[in-house]
C-alpha cells in the first residue's frame, strides 16, 4: 500500500508540474496558439492557464492508464474512479487509494 501512496504521489506532483511547465513552453514558443484577432482587428489574448488545463487533462488520462492497469493488478474494476481520475486526478487518485486499502483489509479479514 505505501509502494502506491509514493507511487501515485509522485505522479501528481509530475503532472502538476508537468502541465504547468508544458503550457508554458507552448505559449513561448507558439503564442499565436493563444492570441486571437478579432474583426475590429483588436487582438485578444488568452491565459496561459488554458493551455496548462487543455495539457493537464492529457496527464490525467496517462493517471487514468495507470489506475486502470493497478485495478487489473487488485482484479478490481470501478468505472466511476476512471471517470473522476479523467476529471481531477488528484480526487481519482485519493479513490483509488481507498478501494485499495478496502479490498486489503477484506482480504485480511478473510
Not at 16 to 29: P, S, T, Y
Not at 73 to 93: C, E, H
Amino acid at each position: 500500500m505505501r509502494k502506491l501512496v509514493y507511487k501515485y504521489s509522485l505522479v501528481i506532483i509530475l503532472s502538476a508540474v508537468g502541465a504547468r511547465i508544458i503550457g508554458l513552453l507552448i505559449d513561448n514558443f507558439w503564442p499565436q496558439l493563444s492570441t486571437d484577432v478579432n474583426d475590429d482587428g483588436s487582438v485578444t489574448t488568452y491565459s496561459i492557464g488554458y493551455l496548462a488545463t487543455i495539457v493537464g487533462y492529457f496527464f490525467n488520462t496517462l493517471v487514468v492508464i495507470l489506475i486502470e492497469k493497478d485495478l487489473r493488478k487488485q482484479n478490481l474494476q470501478s468505472a466511476p474512479v476512471l471517470i473522476v481520475t479523467l476529471l481531477s486526478s488528484f480526487v481519482g487518485v485519493i479513490f483509488f487509494l481507498l478501494i485499495s486499502l478496502q479490498n486489503k483489509l477484506l482480504l485480511q479479514s478473510s
